[in-house]
């Protein structure tokens, strides 16, 4: 999952763009697997949402 960018993604996670998020579903996804995407996001300094647009962009 290394290879996934915010950059590559990050327009469908756009309500602007999107109107609204997408519903998202995680077939057999634990607690543990989701904590283990939450490690990852807090280890590589991530922070997923518009913080993230680029400049010019609304």
């Known amino acids: 999952m ?3 960018l915010w950059d590559d993604v990050s327009s469908f996670l756009d309500p602007d763009l999107m109107e ?3 519903d998202m ?3 057999d ?3 543990q ?3 283990a995407v ?3 996001v807090a280890e590589t300094g991530q922070r997923p949402g518009p ?4 400049p010019g962009s609304r």
Not at 51 to 54: F, M, V, Y
């Open 29 to 31: 996804a634990s607690v």
């Open 38 to 40: 939450l490690d990852l």
């Open 2 to 4: 290394a290879d996934l």
């Open 51 to 54: 913080r993230h647009r680029r």
């Open 25 to 27: 579903r995680v077939p």
């Open 33 to 35: 697997d989701w904590q």
């Open 20 to 22: 609204s998020l997408p």
